[in-house]
């Protein structure tokens, strides 16, 4: 009976229900194992969700347009000699998280909806769900998210055109993956730590699967034993990974791409600082006019494979250091 | 004298030796240019050769540039076709390099160079109207290319020491070619359909 009262004592359940347009709802609890729930049904709405404590959760549910959940730990961040160009920081509304275990969720469905949750500590995770419903596709949604610390996931699904989805990841063995279909999206992330794994997809739409064209997928990884995955479908897209080790004596990342379609550009830039060996890049490209460049500019026991089917391709690989290896495969 | 006598004696050396090289470099590798659809050599003063490719369309082209010692690039190109080509252009320097060439169809090119020691080229060459280019310069390099039925023309040149040459084809008619070495200890074997 006492473990009863002490857990009644430390939870607590908030939900907000709303139904109209411009509507602000601010949600602020400290503690553990709280939960907190927001659903708007209309435009303009704001959302704001504060949480400070362990096992946390929290989720938005947006139906309308110009929605907005912003997160208040968002900062700019800034890559060197990249061309990242990450939004100015934001104050304010949204999901925020400082402990562990915390799970927080944002579901918007609608046309310039905004979206962002910041994470401090570990084995948090985040999902953001923007006009997943095929049916109903949005439109310039742009998702802010970051998470702070270790062991963290982040699961973010965009299906309309002009998607952006802009995420930052500090630590160790994080998670992140990316969805986004239909046209002129974008993707950029940025982790920095160690053992972490990055998923980034662009395809076309549930009815056109193989027509996803001027999508742009950017990431950017600092430290090492990283491991990256790009896949696109379609024409005029562009991929893009830049790595940095950090010679701490850990190997260096495996980062592979493929692209399917026409006119797409892809490039894996490995070890552009320190002295990481044992980096491995592949790119895999099928159709016509495409160009594939990888760049090993540190280290040795590199290994670089450029794999393209059909014609006018252009493949060039460098690679500077020792006992490393180059495939090119053009058939 | 004094110490910095020989300090300077030494960079002056050093110096005369780095010019030297530069110059053996830039008669094996800088004159060496690959214009649109055009190789264009000319390593020597008076004679230069050119390789024009079947046409003026490529299909695939592919670069390749290592800096360092056992770096190993395997590149394979099977398209081709209708006087379309490939290109393969390959740089590799120091030591132990390993590159490995396979090209079949109409028209390809490659364009292989390698400084250093114990550096070997393998190219195994199919089809019609191919050009090579192969470039060593150093001690033990190797150089072992096939070049089957009808391919147009190739040029190959060692520089150094204890460098050998193994040219392999099977044509009715000897293409025309270009095989240059200059050092000691040089080998050079050619195979062709056209040598009974």
């Known amino acids: ?331 | 004298m004094n110490t910095k006598v020989y300090w300077l004696i030494a960079v002056s050396l050093l110096w005369l030796d780095f010019s030297f090289a530069q110059t053996i470099k830039s008669q094996l590798f800088d004159n060496i240019s690959i214009e649109e659809n055009l190789l264009k050599i000319n390593y020597l003063v008076d004679n230069s050769i050119y390789l024009n490719i079947a046409s003026s369309n490529i299909i695939n082209s592919a670069s390749v540039s290592q800096t360092g010692n056992r770096n190993e690039a395997f590149i394979e190109q099977i398209r081709g076709g209708d006087n379309k080509g490939n290109i393969v252009k390959v740089t590799q320097c120091f030591e132990n390099n390993l590159t490995s060439i396979n090209q079949s169809g109409v028209g390809n090119q490659n364009y292989i160079t390698q400084s250093g020691l114990n550096n070997k080229t393998i190219a195994d060459i199919n089809g019609l109207n191919n050009n090579s280019v192969i470039i060593q310069e150093g001690t033990n390099n190797y150089i072992s290319q096939k070049m089957e039925s009808d391919s147009k023309n190739y040029y190959i040149a060692q520089q150094g020491a204890n460098n050998l040459i193994i040219q392999e084809g099977n044509e009715a008619i000897s293409k025309p070619y270009l095989i240059s070495q200059k050092g000691t200890g040089m080998r050079l074997f050619i195979t062709s359909g056209a040598i009974k």
């Open chain 1, 1 to 331: 009976m006492k473990t009863l009262l002490n857990i009644l004592a430390i939870t607590s359940v908030i939900a907000n229900f709303m139904f109209s347009q411009s509507n602000l709802s601010i949600v602020s609890q400290l503690g553990s194992a709280n939960l907190s729930s927001s659903i708007q049904n209309g435009g303009d709405n704001q959302s704001r969700i504060e949480q400070v404590g362990d096992a946390n959760e929290s989720s938005v549910t947006d139906y309308g347009d110009k929605n907005l959940v912003t997160g208040a730990f968002f900062h700019a961040f800034n890559v060197p000699n990249s061309s990242f160009s990450f939004p100015a920081p934001m104050l304010g509304d949204g999901i925020s998280q400082l402990g562990s275990y915390n799970k927080a969720a944002i579901n918007q469905t609608g046309d310039f909806n905004k979206a962002s949750i910041g994470q401090i500590g570990n084995d948090n995770a985040a999902v953001i769900f923007q006009s997943v419903n095929p049916v109903l596709p949005g439109n310039n949604n742009s998702g802010i998210d970051q998470l702070n610390g270790n062991e963290n996931i982040f699961y973010h699904i965009q299906i309309g055109t002009n998607e952006e989805v802009f995420a930052l990841q500090n630590g160790n063995n994080n998670y992140s993956h990316i969805e986004q279909y239909n046209l002129n999206s974008r993707s950029e992330i940025v982790q920095n730590g160690n053992y972490n794994n990055l998923y980034q997809y662009q395809f076309g739409s549930a009815e056109n699967y193989n027509d996803g064209s001027y999508n742009i997928s950017n990431a950017y990884l600092i430290g090492n034993s990283n491991y990256a995955y790009q896949n696109q479908v379609g024409k005029n897209n562009y991929s893009n990974i830049a790595s940095i080790g950090c010679s701490n004596g850990t190997p260096g990342g495996e980062i592979k791409t493929s692209q399917t379609g026409n006119l797409n550009s892809a490039s894996i830039e490995e070890g552009l600082l320190g002295n990481i060996d044992d980096n491995s890049a592949s790119i895999l490209q099928i159709g016509n006019i495409n160009n594939a460049q990888i760049s090993q500019e540190s280290g040795n026991m590199n290994s670089a494979k450029i794999s393209e089917s059909t014609d006018n391709n252009k493949a060039k690989i460098v690679q500077t250091g020792s006992m490393n290896l180059t495939v090119i495969l053009q058939k």
